[in-house]
């Protein structure tokens, strides 16, 4: 059965940061390249970060970059995303997704809340 389980979401405050961990099982974890989206309450869900298959290649929406990381471990099944310098536009659920690009195999989790808020 695949799982992809994301933790680490909570409230914190503006300039505080965070890390997100998304647990998958159930599939060739090293085979799908891992996403973390987010949406924002009355907003359509936005790709956030993305890091390739083996881990060399990460891309970033303009919003985050320089402020987030994302990072893979293929030998704990685990993707992370770092979260720095947070602001309140960053409140969100945050949802882990892989994807496989030759057959567009993906699967999602159900997401952690980060709040960022005084």
């Known amino acids: 059965q695949v799982q992809l389980v994301e933790s680490g979401g909570g409230l914190v405050q503006p300039g505080g940061s965070l890390r997100l961990s998304c647990a998958a099982s159930g599939f060739t974890f090293s085979s799908y390249a891992m996403r973390w989206y987010r949406q924002a309450p009355g907003k359509e869900r936005e790709l956030v970060a993305a890091?390739?298959?083996?881990?060399?290649?990460?891309t970033y929406a303009d919003s985050v970059k320089g402020r987030f990381t994302i990072s893979r471990d293929n030998a704990k099944n685990t993707v992370f995303l770092q979260m720095y310098s947070l602001k309140p536009d960053d409140t969100a659920v945050y949802y882990c997704?892989?994807?496989?690009?030759?057959?567009?195999?993906?699967?999602w989790g159900k997401g952690t809340l980060v709040t960022v808020s005084s």
């Open positions: 997704n892989a994807h496989r690009s030759y057959d567009g195999m993906s699967y």
């Open positions: 890091v390739a298959s083996a881990g060399g290649s990460t």
